[in-house]
């Protein structure tokens, strides 16, 4: 049952810290049924006005695997260097955002290398963490934390299709399927540092093929198999038909180079 209003303002407000003497800000944010309590620093107004306009946009695209369960805090971090300690990754100069069940942390664009973020921008990476929150509400609906052994390209591919992101062929392509570089595929975090474009494109492609070739009501009913407590390989195969193993040799031989 979704907490009261109420409750989650104190939950908020505890969570709120002080900067430079200044408390943060947070508000209440209603897209439909799905709430969200915004938290910033006062430097973010205009972030946080483009965030909450961007909600609007973003959830109904995100809602596409089903209805947000339970309230997502979306924290502006005035810095990369306070996402990565909020996201416990370091070394990544690329990540703009990071998500978890009930909360999306995000690097306020005005300290992105360009120093903004259009609408359509801000919108795609809204949705793109608004459905890892849904994909990890539903296949944990217990909150039991459990990532039910999803790899990366299927997380990661699903957010990005979903948010309508784009992902240009790399030069690193040919060389994975050819067996020259490491796979992006069966090992991804290796990768991750020196080629991320490559992993986060083969994702892209990898989660494409699988909803081209099996629709989409295949793919809720895997999400819906992980929420019964299956995990991830056992789900797949009973909504898909077919062995993880055996989907990702058909896309190595079979998907197109260009997504």
Known sequence: MRPSLCA??????????ARGGQPAL????????????LQYQPEDIQSARQVREALERAVPAAERWGRILVPVVVTIHPTHQALEAAAHREGFPWLRAWARPASVDLQSPRTWS???ASDAGMTQILAHELTHCIMYQWAAPDRSGSNRGVPLWFREGMASVTAGQEHRPTSSEAGWRSKEKGDPLAAPEALLESD????????????????????????????AGMGDGQEFPEAFHMAVGISVKDFEGDFRRHAPRDG
């Open 26 to 37: 947070f508000e209440t944010v209603a897209v439909g049924e799905a709430v969200f309590l």
């Open 114 to 116: 360009r120093g903004r």
């Open 196 to 223: 991320s474009a490559l992993v986060y494109a083969t994702a892209h492609r990898a989660f494409h093929f699988l909803l081209a070739s099996y629709g989409e009501e295949r793919i809720r009913r895997l999400i």
């Open 8 to 17: 989650l303002l104190v939950i908020t407000s505890a969570c709120v810290h």
